[in-house]
T-cell receptor, first 114, second 111 residues
Framework: ETGVTQTPRHLVMGMTNKKSLKCEQH?????MYWYKQSAKKPLELMFV???????ENNSVPSRFSPECPNSSHLFLHLHTLQPEDSALYLC?????????????FGQGTRLTVV | GQQVMQIPQYQHVQEGEDFTTYCNSS?????IQWYKQRPGGHPVFLIQ?????EVKKQKRLTFQFGEAKKNSSLHITATQTTDVGTYFC???????????FGSGTRLLVRP
């Protein structure tokens, strides 16, 4: 139990579907992140939020849309995805922005786009 | 852009053998972090090194930060099957607000 909870754990969606990934942290952290982990690539940072404000958008396609309604919750809205978007999506949080403090990861959502 | 490289990509050892993974950054880092991800799991923080030349130990794991603060290593003595997983190093970007992860070293241990 890391204090960061992601739902769902597994998701299969068609290319025309719309779905959302949810992340909740119970650690009182003020920074939250979305990472993508594919089989043959290192962890890729997608989005960074600090105090509910988006700090970073790493050239992520617009079919991925993040939302951070408060410092404890982070969503990733998905629409019209491609098969190559299939990956493990990891949420993380940290006290302060991530470079100098440890990141706590959720268990991830294994996404399959068919 | 700033890069963090890790070698080897894979290492398959016999239980009881030692294991080392190396991490190299293209730029000087203010700190380096190490994470372990078990198969089917998520990355879990192991340690952070901050000082030049710093060495820290956690039981059979020894972590080292280079003098120039551009490289680091993780050494496991007498591996056990519980050590199986992928080990990632990570360092902050120049702006310090995000971590760049290395590609990871996947450790397999033969019982």
């Amino acid at each position: 139990e890391t204090g960061v909870t992601q739902t769902p754990r597994h998701l299969v969606m068609g290319m025309t579907n719309k779905k959302s990934l949810k992340c909740e942290q119970h650690l009182g952290h003020n920074a939250m992140y979305w990472y993508k982990q594919s089989a043959k690539k290192p962890l890729e940072l997608m989005f960074v939020y600090s105090l509910e404000e988006r700090v970073e958008n790493n050239s992520v396609p617009s079919r991925f849309s993040p939302e951070c309604p408060n410092s404890s919750h982070l969503f990733l809205h998905l629409h019209t995805l491609q098969p190559e978007d299939s990956a493990l999506y990891l949420c993380a949080s940290s006290q302060g922005l991530g470079g100098n403090t440890e990141a706590f990861f959720g268990q991830g959502t294994r996404l399959t786009v068919v | 852009g700033q890069q963090v490289m890790q070698i080897p990509q894979y290492q398959h050892v016999q239980e009881g053998e030692d294991f080392t993974t190396y991490c190299n950054s293209s730029t000087t880092l203010s700190n380096i972090q190490w994470y372990k991800q078990r198969p089917g799991g998520h990355p879990v923080f192991l340690i952070q090194l901050v000082k030049s030349g710093e060495v820290k130990k956690q039981k059979r794991l020894t972590f080292q930060f280079g003098e120039a603060k551009k490289n680091s290593s993780l050494h496991i003595t007498a591996t056990q099957t519980t050590d199986v997983g992928t080990y990632f190093c990570a360092g902050p970007t120049d702006s310090s607000y995000k971590l760049i992860f290395g590609s990871g070293t996947r450790l397999l241990v033969r019982p």
